[in-house]
């Protein structure tokens, strides 16, 4: 995966028949996408058009666009820079909607950022979020999901009994949009667009 370095800032431009394209690549544009392509509510057309209001800077040249390049133009941003800011891992452990809560009391406890107020690029969010202490709320509850349950012993009724009330509580629920973390969604994104593109 393609992650913030010192030599470089993180890009908020992508290329279209060799013209550049400002966006708007901020987290809190990349979790709406997320959302709205995964909300059946919505066509194909609508995705595109929405995703596209949401991450291009100067939207008024989308008025011409047709809907293959208006296709090929989302596809180039989820490439780019959402599938690009993701790290490949195993097992879901966190939900962006679920645990909203914890990494904005985290964000606030270790960075003094403000995720409401502040906006950060997709990549930094990403880093920032990864780089979180065991002391935040979000980390102890990502490492209870991941704990494995002790095989049982004479000895350890109660530290099981202890972690699988705790696994409970803090359980991912089953959501329409469960998929859209950064373990699943980005890459369904753009398996999703690659395939929007192919059929026309």
């Known amino acids: 995966a393609i992650m913030v370095t010192l030599q470089t800032t993180p890009p908020e431009y992508v290329e279209l028949d060799k013209r550049r394209i400002k966006i708007r690549p901020w987290m809190q544009n990349v979790l709406q996408v997320q959302f709205v392509l995964q909300d059946t509510a919505f066509s194909e057309v609508e995705k595109i058009d929405l995703c596209l209001w949401l991450m291009v800077r100067h939207r008024f040249f989308l008025r011409f666009l047709s809907y293959e390049k208006k296709a090929k133009l989302l596809e180039a941003i989820i490439q780019k820079i959402v599938s690009s800011g993701q790290k490949a891992s195993g097992k879901r452990l966190m939900d962006f909607e679920q645990d909203a ?31 979180l202490p065991e002391d935040t709320r979000f980390s102890q509850i ?44 980005l890459r369904k994104m753009a398996e999703m667009m690659m395939a929007m593109a192919e059929m026309r």
């Open 142 to 185: 990502v490492g209870i999901r991941g704990q494995p349950l002790p095989k049982p012993t004479k000895y350890n009724a109660d530290e099981r009994r202890r972690i699988a009330q705790l696994k409970a509580e803090y359980a991912l629920r089953p959501t329409v949009n469960s998929a859209a973390t950064k373990e699943e969604g």
């Open 101 to 131: 809560w914890a990494i904005y009391a985290a964000f606030i406890q270790v960075y003094k950022i403000d995720l409401h107020k502040t906006r950060l690029h997709w990549w930094t969010f990403l880093d920032l979020l990864r780089a």
